[in-house]
């Protein structure tokens, strides 16, 4: 996989194992943090304000888009999270495009058609950190490593263009927090102890208005992490769970299936609406935590074609991290079925 075929943390000075991606490249906390970076680096070198980004995304990417003066445009993708054609033929010379890596599964997308129109190209791989492929054919690339490892915190942002040097400290609060929740959960301590921690963390992600480096604990932590062993891992116990489901059930994947390149952040299924939440709840209380990606902010825009209502109201991530073994996958399973799924 291209990302790991780069050196591995404490072989280069900087620690970054995908430094040689682009000339310019970051450390920073969140991947919210990244791309206000991003953002604006793309205004004060090439005065860009108005960005592209799907309907079917974290909220709280327009979020910081909007605190970074950006205006934006939507645009749309089917069940399959593909961009519609045309969704894109508004998008012109200065504009950026967010070009969204879902679920660990790269995006397929002729993006050389929107560089040739002078669009600046913004990679998402928060979802897809460790997916290979990914950061190749965009101005900038940013990932999330927290969602992906033990870390408290870690986003990498690379860039064909220079970056802003001013970064504000690390919130030492949210960081203590990550740790002890994460250590509660390694624990096995009951589950509103670390659930409560994490809250309180994300509380303060939310409130955090500021680009943040990273913490040199986590710093220190990725050096510790064999990423190749993570994505064997992660891959083995998605496609043990997946053979379970099909595409004529009542539990459905969104993707047929698993490419070579791929490094899935979790098993994405898609439910009849009616049931989404009932079975969420019934797997929560057998102690399986799924989570929602994602539930869409109030005032999404309605595009002709668009999906992203249909599966914001019908899509469950299950869990198939490098915590669990094929044991857990089919206790997963099994739990599935005694959830009264018609």
């Not at 790269?106 to 913004?122: A, C, K």
């Not at 203590?176 to 509660?184: N, P, Q, S, T």
Request: with cysteine; hydrophobic share 35%; glycine share 8%.
């Amino acid at each position: 996989m291209p990302w790991l075929s780069l050196k591995q943390p404490g072989e280069q000075n900087d620690d970054n194992p995908w430094s040689s991606l682009k000339p310019y490249s970051q450390w920073l906390n969140t991947g919210r943090s990244a791309l206000s970076v991003a953002l604006r680096s793309l205004r004060k070198i090439h005065g860009c304000n108005r960005i592209w980004i799907p309907t079917f995304v974290c909220p709280c990417i327009r979020e910081t888009c909007l605190r970074n003066s950006f205006s934006i445009e939507y645009y749309s993708l089917d069940r399959n999270l593909n961009i519609l054609p045309g969704a894109l033929d508004g998008a012109g010379t200065g504009d950026a495009f967010l070009w969204v890596h879902y679920f660990g599964f790269f995006s397929t997308y002729p993006v050389e058609r929107l560089l040739d129109r002078g669009v600046w190209i913004v990679e998402d791989a928060v979802q897809s950190a460790l997916t290979g492929g990914v950061g190749k054919n965009g101005n900038f690339v940013f990932q999330s490593l927290r969602k992906f490892t033990p870390l408290p915190d870690g986003a990498y942002l690379g860039s064909d263009f220079p970056l802003e040097d001013k970064l504000e400290s690390v919130d030492s609060e949210f960081i203590a927090l990550r740790l002890k929740g994460k250590k509660l959960k390694a624990e096995q301590a009951p589950d509103r102890e670390y659930l409560e921690l994490f809250e309180r963390s994300e509380a303060l992600l939310d409130a955090d208005y500021f680009p943040r480096s990273m913490s040199a604990v986590s710093k220190g932590m990725l050096k510790t992490q064999n990423l190749s062993q993570i994505i064997e891992k992660r891959r083995g116990n998605y496609l043990h769970l997946s053979q379970f489901l099909n595409s004529s059930g009542p539990i459905r994947p969104l993707f047929s299936s698993l490419p070579d390149s791929a490094a899935p952040l979790g098993l994405p299924v898609v439910l009849e609406q009616s049931q989404r939440n009932r079975v969420r709840s019934f797997l929560a209380g057998n102690g399986i935590y799924c989570a929602i990606h994602w539930l869409l902010a109030p005032g999404a825009p309605q595009l002709p074609g668009d999906e992203a209502s249909w599966l914001s109201e019908r899509i469950l991530t299950l869990p198939i991290d490098q915590r669990y073994s094929r044991d857990d996958m089919e206790y997963i399973w099994k739990t599935l079925k005694r959830s009264g799924l018609d």
